[in-house]
């Protein structure tokens, strides 16, 4: 089974409106950490926002938040009030494991930002 | 300079030949991991480092490939006998031990085999 899947291979958002960017993952591990990465075309991945397993709130991060929906095995990425440079690749990820080092990555999401 | 480094950012080689792959973390991270990552697709786990031990090389897709560090610090991914299939851009990333344990990822050595 896939640990991180994401649905949707390319999203498109007008500028200045909010878009959700879907997750999910699988894991039977109760102790557990999920990422959103950001992958300009310049290629370098870089880390957006951090949720926790036990964390009791959704995290946030400027216009990035995390909404965890941990019954659902959800982690969708929220960006509000998107502008052009939001345009990229966006990637789940998880790290799980005792001693977390397994760190697993989804598809990604192609996000276009329209101005 | 102060985030991950890796070299060469672009090689291109013949089918057959030897590759070696540099990766220079953040100082003082601990951990260090290798991904592939092909066109339109996710990073690929290949290897992690723990100090200079190979902790989990389950990534590894055949024998071909191996990789280093031997003083706990910059890795060496080398790739003998390279095909086609092993054109991709390979990514390195360090984290420390602790904390959320983020990934900061080097931007890659884009590897083209002909």
């Known amino acids: 089974a896939q640990k991180i899947t994401q649905t949707q291979p390319g999203m498109f958002v007008q500028e200045k409106e909010a878009v959700t960017l879907d997750c999910t993952y699988d894991t039977s591990d109760p102790s557990y950490g999920l990422f959103w990465y950001k992958q300009p075309s310049s290629g370098e991945m870089i880390f957006l926002i951090y949720?926790?397993?036990?964390?009791?709130q959704n995290a946030t991060e400027g216009r990035y938040s995390l909404n965890f929906q941990k019954a659902r095995k959800s982690a969708n990425l929220v960006i509000s009030a998107s502008q052009l440079g939001d345009s990229a690749m966006y990637f789940c990820?998880?790290?799980?494991?005792?001693?977390?080092?397994?760190?697993?990555f989804g598809s990604g999401t192609k996000l276009n930002v329209k101005p | 300079g102060a985030g991950v480094s890796q070299t060469p950012s672009n090689k291109v080689t013949e089918k057959g030949k030897y590759v070696e792959l540099r990766c220079d973390p953040i100082s003082g991270h601990t951990a260090l991991y290798w991904y592939r990552q092909s066109l339109g697709q996710g990073p690929e786990f290949l290897i992690y480092?723990?100090?200079?031990?190979?902790?989990?090389d389950s990534g590894l897709p055949n024998d071909r490939f191996f990789a280093v560090r031997p003083e706990g610090s910059v890795s060496t991914l080398k790739i003998q006998r390279t095909e086609r299939g092993d054109s991709a851009v390979y990514l390195c990333?360090?984290?420390?031990?602790?904390?959320?344990?983020?990934?900061?990822f080097g931007e890659g050595s884009r590897l083209t085999v002909l």
């Open positions: 990820a998880m790290r799980e494991g005792v001693d977390f080092n397994k760190f697993y």
């Open positions: 480092f723990q100090g200079t031990g190979a902790a989990d």
């Open positions: 949720q926790g397993s036990y964390d009791q």
């Open positions: 990333a360090s984290s420390l031990s602790g904390g959320t344990g983020e990934l900061f």
